[in-house]
């Protein structure tokens, strides 16, 4: 079955810094990506999705990137502020599936 | 609107045990997905509801079980407590407009269950 791979599993960044997050997907039909952010005891919310007919998103200092011959898709965050301090959990699923396929989160811990 | 709400928040119970969880989807919503979060894990899927019909179940025994109501509100239930049980069990739902899931999910803040 699909499966999500998400690295690095702790990222820790200098404030104003920019942060990468890398997810892998195993099934090619996959076509829809989120990415959904958790602070420490909260609930997940979304901040970016991508869907495959589309290389690259942007809001704000988020962005997301899709390589389909690779199968991977990135979060990018740009000067990053205290606030980014979260986990993150990328996602995958493909049509009619009706399930989304998680990474197992990163937890991004901004250095001021 | 409202949110997506949950009760309870917290619950004990012992091994043996059974227990429901409540999940009130955002008014017009009609997917329900479920989920279960350990410390220091991610999101393990447990099913999805739409309409009535479960589309999708996670790998998870049978002692784990949910409904859908009319109305989108949505159960689960778990029989047989074990202490692996012990997790932040949370529920997503999203609108359904698509028929897929590929919509933002809005979660829920979640049942936090204790086993002991």
């Known amino acids: 079955g699909e499966n999500v791979e998400q690295h690095p599993s702790t990222l820790s960044v200098q404030e104003g810094d920019s942060a990468v997050i890398k997810c892998t997907y195993s099934?090619?039909?996959?076509?829809?990506f989120p990415w959904y952010k958790q602070e420490l005891g909260k609930r997940p919310q979304l901040i970016i999705d991508?869907?495959?007919n589309v290389g690259e998103k942007k809001d704000q200092r988020i962005a997301v990137t899709l390589n389909k011959t690779a199968k991977h898709f990135s979060l990018h965050i740009t000067e990053t502020q205290p606030e980014d301090s979260a986990v993150y959990f990328c996602?995958?699923?493909?049509?009619?599936?009706?399930?989304?396929?998680w990474g197992a989160g990163t937890k991004l811990i901004i250095k001021p | 609107k409202a949110g997506v709400t949950q009760t309870p928040r917290y619950l004990i119970k012992t091994r043996g045990q059974q227990v429901t969880l409540s999940c009130s989807p955002i008014?017009?919503?009609?997917?329900v997905s479920w989920y279960q979060q350990t410390p220091g894990q991610g999101l393990q899927f447990l099913f999805e509801?739409?309409?009535?019909?479960?589309?999708n179940k996670g790998n998870f025994p049978g002692r784990f079980s949910g409904r859908q109501f009319s109305n989108s509100r949505s159960e689960m239930n778990v029989s047989t407590l074990e202490l692996g049980d012990s997790a932040l069990y949370l529920c997503?739902?999203?609108?359904?407009?698509?028929?897929?899931?590929?919509?933002?999910?809005?979660f829920g803040p979640g049942t936090r269950l204790l086993v002991l």
């Open positions: 997503a739902s999203s609108l359904g407009a698509s028929g897929t899931v590929q919509e933002t999910q809005y």
């Open positions: 008014s017009g919503h009609r997917s």
């Open positions: 509801y739409f309409s009535e019909t479960q589309r």
């Open positions: 099934d090619s039909a996959s076509n829809y």
């Open positions: 991508i869907r495959s």
């Open positions: 996602a995958a699923s493909k049509d009619s599936n009706y399930q989304l396929i």
